[in-house]
């Protein structure tokens, strides 16, 4: 079974929603698979292995960098030998106020702290962030105070490590964002793509919200006809048939992982009405959510 950690195990001693540290991983100590309640970012400082995220393998080399969301199931794996050293930050979104990232004219909900890259799952891992050079020193020396700041815990060190965090993720934004820019050079789609991108991790961090398609359209400054358009030529669905593909895709999680009700799986992915919920899970899976979870036990 899966186990499930819970931000209370790293997060309990101070009011900043916060942690981080340096591990080494061998064959001898890996992690079982588990999920958290919090955001995860990873950097791989040395080593390479395989990452298993929600039941692919990923291969991961120094320099890589990646988000693991709430409720997404990942492990690692390595070869006889060979050591991963890691740099892991646990945090959670309220750690920056909202009210900061607006002075700084930072979308929280657009951009999602600048991590929006790594939001959509099934491309994720294939599009990571592989740090090189300057950039790669930038960020690990930043990491590395923030490890100092954690663990001195002088006077003031709580705001440093909101700013220290701030910093990294707009590093880590301005580094995709170039790439990204050489990438799309070489394709006319390359604006589309990333677009679907932005919309697409929303939509997987917002799913348990109402998601109207005029307020996205406002959000990412498109029209209505734009965004259906858009994004039915790049993944083939419409807005609407991706944000039910990904509730169900929780729910399909919730119910294997736990004993809640169906009604309160349904409520918990964003549907009031369990009837409407039941009849979408068994269009699209094959079965009612019951009989999936007595199937998956």
């Known amino acids: 079974m899966v ?141 590395e105070g923030m490890i100092a700041e954690w663990e001195a815990r002088r006077s003031g060190f709580q705001t440093i490590l909101k700013l220290q965090m701030l910093q990294l993720l707009v590093l880590l934004s301005r580094c995709y964002t170039m790439r990204l820019v050489k990438e799309s050079r070489k394709t006319k789609e390359g604006e589309h793509t990333l677009l679907v991108r932005r919309i697409t991790g929303f939509l997987e961090r917002h799913f348990d919200k109402k998601l109207p398609i005029p307020e996205l359209c406002e959000l990412f400054g498109i029209s209505s006809r734009q965004l259906n358009r858009i994004f039915k030529q790049e993944t083939g669905e419409t807005v609407t048939d991706r944000i039910h593909s990904i509730r169900i895709d929780r729910a399909k999680q919730y119910l294997e992982e736990g004993d809640e009700k169906v009604i309160s799986v349904a409520h918990r992915v964003g549907y009031e009405d369990p009837a409407f919920f039941t009849q979408l899970f068994r269009r699209k899976v094959g079965c009612s959510p019951g009989r999936y979870r007595s199937m998956n036990e």
């Not at 990646?66 to 740099?87: D, S």
């Open 3 to 143: 186990r499930q950690l819970k931000r209370s195990q790293f997060m309990n001693e101070l009011p900043l929603p916060f942690y981080i540290n340096r591990c080494f991983h061998d064959e001898h100590n890996l992690p079982a698979e588990h999920s958290h309640d919090f955001i995860e970012l990873v950097y791989l400082v040395s080593g390479s292995g395989e990452h298993l995220f929600e039941e692919e393998s990923y291969p991961i080399h120094a320099g890589d960098v990646f988000i693991i969301n709430p409720g997404e199931v990942h492990a690692y794996r390595t070869e006889p030998g060979e050591r991963l050293e890691i740099i892991n930050c646990l945090f959670t979104p309220e750690l920056i106020h909202e009210s900061l990232l607006k002075e700084l004219g930072i979308s929280q909900s657009m951009d999602y702290f600048y991590v929006h890259p790594f939001l959509d799952k099934r491309e994720r891992f294939h599009h990571r962030l592989n740090l090189n050079g300057n950039s790669s020193a930038q960020v690990l020396s930043l990491l």
